[in-house]
C-alpha cells in the first residue's frame, strides 16, 4: 500500500513558526516531484509549495511566498514544509503529494499528483 505520512502538525500562537514533515516507506522521494497543499475549513484544497525530484528546483503560491520553504532530503526519504509568521488564515490541514509531472503540466494543479498523505492538522491562534 502505497502511503504518505505528514506530522508535525499541532496548535500554535499567531506568529510562531513549525515545520511539517512527509514520510514514506513505498515512495521514493527521489523519483517524484512533490508537493504541499493546504485545506482551510470550508474551502477547497490550495497548492502551497513544490519541490522537483531532485530537490533543487522549488515553487510557491504568491500568497504564501516569503513565509514557507519546502525541501526535501532524498537520503532521509523526507520532504519538509517550513511555515514561519503562521497566521490564523493558515488553519487547516496540510497535506503532502507526489506525483510525476509532464512539460506543461501545472505544479498547482492537485490531480497532477497521484499519492497524497492523510493530512496534519495546524491551528494558529490569535
Known amino acids: 500500500q502505497v502511503r504518505l505520512v505528514e506530522s508535525g502538525g499541532g496548535l500554535v500562537q499567531a506568529g510562531d513558526s513549525l515545520r511539517l514533515s512527509c514520510a514514506s516507506s513505498?515512495?521514493?522521494?527521489?523519483?517524484?516531484?512533490m508537493g504541499w497543499f493546504h485545506q482551510a475549513p470550508g474551502r477547497e484544497r490550495a497548492f502551497v509549495g513544490y519541490i522537483d525530484a531532485p530537490g533543487r528546483t522549488t515553487y510557491y503560491n504568491v500568497p504564501v511566498r516569503g513565509r514557507v520553504t519546502v525541501s526535501k532530503d532524498n537520503a532521509k526519504n523526507t520532504l519538509y514544509l517550513q511555515l514561519n509568521n503562521l497566521q490564523p488564515e493558515d488553519t487547516g490541514v496540510y497535506y503532502c503529494a507526489a506525483g510525476t509531472l509532464r512539460r506543461g503540466d501545472s505544479v498547482l494543479d492537485a490531480n497532477k499528483y497521484f499519492y497524497w498523505g492523510q493530512g496534519t492538522q495546524v491551528t494558529i491562534s490569535s
Open positions: 513505498t515512495v521514493t522521494f527521489s523519483s517524484y516531484q
